[in-house]
């Protein structure tokens, strides 16, 4: 998994009125839950990398005390007018410890389906994945080049020794589906057929 260094500040008041004032101060205030509970805050715009992106990343604080831990975002809260970061949970990660993320999917290929005229359904753009922090993935990749119209990409297909997915394996990633026009086309083709049949054995 990837990683980003946020560097911040222990807070040492958690007060309405201290909070207040850092993010006056374009700061964010954070906790860091783990083997302690840890308050600190840091610049707005540090966060951006980590927030504004389909991507998970591992975080590397360190804070002004020379403090360092290895986190990942739990979870955030945003101002429900300005859409400003308010608050930030992090998790402290362990390497003896699994921990459970929601990792992006991505899509590789274009199914046959589609070039024949059907069209993609991309049903669950993130799966939860179960793992040591070492062997989380920064994203889970379905190649679904073989996919006729009709077919599916089920979990079981994207199966893996490196983590565990949290899903059940017939739960479906993506799929190619008819499109109305292509019906249209086959139900024609097939009357064509059925009526060059029919004058082929009157003419008999």
Do not use: W
């Amino acid at each position: 998994m990837k990683s980003i260094t946020i560097k911040g500040t222990k807070r040492e008041s958690v007060g309405k009125k201290a909070t207040k004032a850092l993010r006056n101060a374009d700061k964010v205030p954070c906790v860091i839950y783990g083997k302690d509970t840890v308050h600190f805050s840091a610049e707005e715009k540090a966060f951006k990398k980590l927030v504004y992106t389909p991507k998970v990343y591992q975080v590397n604080l360190e804070l002004e005390d020379g403090s360092k831990f290895k986190a990942i975002k739990q979870d955030i809260q945003f101002h429900p007018v300005s859409d400003r970061i308010l608050h930030i949970d992090f998790f402290e990660l362990s390497d003896s410890r699994p921990i459970t993320m929601a990792i992006p999917v991505v899509l590789e290929g274009t199914p046959k389906g589609v070039k024949d005229g059907g069209r993609l359904m991309f049903t669950n753009r993130k799966l939860d994945v179960k793992a040591l922090p070492a062997n989380l993935p920064d994203e889970i990749t379905v190649d679904v080049s073989d996919l006729g119209i009709g077919g599916k990409a089920y979990i079981k297909d994207a199966k893996t020794t490196d983590f565990e997915f949290l899903h059940p394996d017939n739960m479906v990633i993506a799929q190619v589906k008819t499109m109305r026009n292509v019906v249209v086309e086959e139900d024609e083709a097939t009357e064509e057929a059925t009526e060059e049949a029919t004058e082929e054995k009157a003419a008999e």
